[in-house]
């Protein structure tokens, strides 16, 4: 399988960004899938799953009511849209296959990442 997200890029303090992944090789909605990130210097910080129906959603503390996952099967793409960026915000943005259609299932393929810079 292959993982190709888009979507990173430069953005002021209390912007908004959309990233996708688009998934090929696997049957996406077979599987959940998570975002994960890591900021220059610090390690792997997970950010939120979505289940394979999309129905259940699951995020992180930091960026719970800022950031948005979800899926469309239909196209084989994840989406993480966020909303009122901060400067802790900025990483190299990954998404993730789990091994199983439920977030707690492990992680398994990961994509090449996507860098969200936030800058004034």
């Known amino acids: 399988g292959a993982l190709v997200e888009a979507g990173g890029g430069l953005v002021q303090p209390g912007g908004s960004l959309r990233l996708s992944c688009v998934v090929s090789g696997v049957i996406f909605d077979d599987y959940a899938m998570s975002w994960v990130r890591q900021a220059p210097g610090k390690g792997l910080e997970w950010v939120s799953a979505?289940?394979?129906?999309?129905?259940?959603?699951h995020y992180a503390s930091a960026v719970r009511g800022r950031f948005t996952i979800s899926r469309d099967n239909a196209k084989n793409t994840l989406y993480l849209q966020i909303y009122s960026l901060k400067f802790e915000d900025a990483a190299a943005y990954y998404c993730?296959?789990?091994?199983?259609?439920?977030?707690?299932?492990?992680?398994?393929?990961w994509g090449q990442g996507t860098q969200v810079a936030v800058s004034t």
């Open positions: 979505i289940n394979w129906n999309g129905i259940d959603t």
């Open positions: 993730v296959t789990h091994a199983g259609s439920a977030y707690l299932y492990g992680m398994d393929l």
